[in-house]
Structure formats: structure tokens, C-alpha cells
């Protein structure tokens, strides 16, 4: 698996060093839960895809991408041109 360097928030980062925690099992998946802000079953979604991604697996997947409603650069040329 390759090494790059993971962007995220301090949000996440905390996320991350809880489910950290919880994987350890030093605190119950509840407690870090709690700590988090996140109900159980969100945490858990998380604990999985940390477990199958790493510590990407906290990180949104949408990062960096365009989003599908976004409008394309003719479309906004045609409209300041009318």
C-alpha cells in the first residue's frame, strides 16, 4: 500500500485518533461515539472503513472532485455573454 500524504481536518483528525482508540479497545466504540459527536452507528461505518482504507477511511470521499452540479465553464461564457 502506498504512503501519500492524507489532507484532513481537525475534525477528522480527532475522529481519527478516537476510532484509533476504539479499535485499541481503550474506550468502547459508545464512548468514543460520544466523544465524537457521531451515534454508534456512524462511528462504526467509520471503525470499518478505517480498518478496510486506513486512516484515509476518516477523510470524505467527495474531497478534491468537482461536484456533479457544477457548471460547466461554456455554459457560464454564454450566460455573461447574453
Given at each position: 500500500m502506498?504512503?501519500?500524504?492524507i489532507t484532513m481536518s481537525m475534525k477528522e483528525a480527532k475522529q481519527l485518533h478516537l476510532v484509533r482508540k476504539a479499535i485499541e479497545k481503550s474506550i468502547t466504540q459508545a464512548e468514543a461515539a460520544d466523544m465524537a459527536g457521531l451515534?454508534?452507528?456512524?462511528?462504526?461505518?467509520?471503525?470499518r472503513r478505517v480498518r478496510r482504507e486506513g486512516?484515509?477511511?476518516?477523510?470524505h470521499c467527495?474531497?478534491?472532485?468537482t461536484p456533479n452540479n457544477q457548471i460547466t465553464e461554456t455554459v457560464k461564457d454564454k450566460?455573461?455573454?447574453a
Open positions: 502506498g504512503r501519500g500524504i451515534c454508534l452507528r456512524q462511528l462504526q461505518r467509520i471503525i486512516d484515509a477511511g476518516v477523510c467527495a474531497r478534491g472532485r450566460v455573461i455573454s
